[in-house]
Nanobody, 122 residues
Framework: QVHLVESGGGLVQAGDSLRLSCAASGRAFSGYYVGWFRQTPGEEREFVAAISWPDDSPWYGAAAKGRFTISRDNAKNTVYVQMNSLKPEDTAVYYC???????????????WGQGTQVTVSS
């Protein structure tokens, strides 16, 4: 079973940057999609970014393009999302998720972390 732990959230000012980390235990990410989602109370969960482990291919949601970068560290079994030029509308709980590499990369994830809060002030 995959256990995911997110870290790196916090309170920042508009224009600042954060790097979120997603570390896995239980098994390696090999053969998985690993993604980031975010959710604000009252809003639907939004796809942010994901990476295909076997070929290191990144995918981005509309809000992330041009500002966020997803990457991985194979040795640490960890996925990162570097978030630059943060805006107040980026405020949300950010979740790491994983699933076996099949179907869509932006939906239907099986394993979820507990979330980390990102708050961007004006």
């Amino acid at each position: 079973q995959v256990h995911l732990v997110e870290s790196g959230g916090g309170l920042v000012q508009a224009g600042d940057s954060l790097r979120l980390s997603c570390a896995a235990s239980g098994r390696a990410f090999s053969g998985y999609y690993v993604g980031w989602f975010r959710q604000t109370p009252g809003e639907e969960r939004e796809f942010v970014a994901a990476i295909s482990w076997p070929d290191d291919s990144p995918w981005y949601g509309a809000a992330a393009k041009g500002r966020f970068t997803i990457s991985r560290d194979n040795a640490k079994n960890t996925v990162y999302v570097q978030m630059n030029s943060l805006k107040p509308e980026d405020t949300a709980v950010y979740y790491c998720a994983a699933k076996e590499q099949t179907g869509r990369i932006d939906s239907d994830y099986t394993y979820w972390g507990q979330g980390t809060q990102v708050t961007v002030s004006s």
